[in-house]
Nanobody, 120 residues
Framework: QVQLVESGGGLVQAGGSLRLSCAAS????????MGWYRQAPGKQRELVAT???????NYADSVKGRFTISRDNAKNTVYLQMNSLKPEDTAVYYC??????????????WGQGTQVTVSS
């Protein structure tokens, strides 16, 4: 069993910053690609950013230059530093992780989601 626990969401004014964290625990041998997605009301879930095991990052155009994804492999944790937040960043943010178990099976997991609300 694997658990992903997210934290760091909240309410912030436009121009402010938040840092999201997602910690994985359980039957883990290693973590492959880790990422953040978001879903705004009435919209489809969309990619925000990903980071590979080799630390290659990828960002949605809408967040480039404002958001930074990083990972701490020793803590099995992925972070999303969000700066210069805009009202259109308001959404539920989900972490997503490819986990290789101790039995060498790779499975994809989602976090429970954390609300980010940016007021204008």
């Amino acid at each position: 069993q694997v658990q992903l626990v997210e934290s760091g969401g909240g309410l912030v004014q436009a121009g402010g910053s938040l840092r999201l964290s997602c910690a994985a625990s359980g039957n883990i041998f290693t973590l492959n690609t880790m990422g953040w997605y978001r879903q705004a009301p009435g919209k489809q879930r969309e990619l925000v950013a990903t980071v590979t095991a080799g630390s290659t990052t990828n960002y949605a155009d809408s967040v480039k230059g404002r958001f930074t994804i990083s990972r701490d492999n020793a803590k099995n944790t992925v972070y999303l530093q969000m700066n210069s937040l805009k009202p259109e960043d308001t959404a539920v943010y989900y972490c997503n992780v490819d986990i290789v178990s101790r039995w060498f099976r790779t499975e994809n997991y989602w976090g429970q989601g954390t609300q980010v609300t940016v007021s204008s």
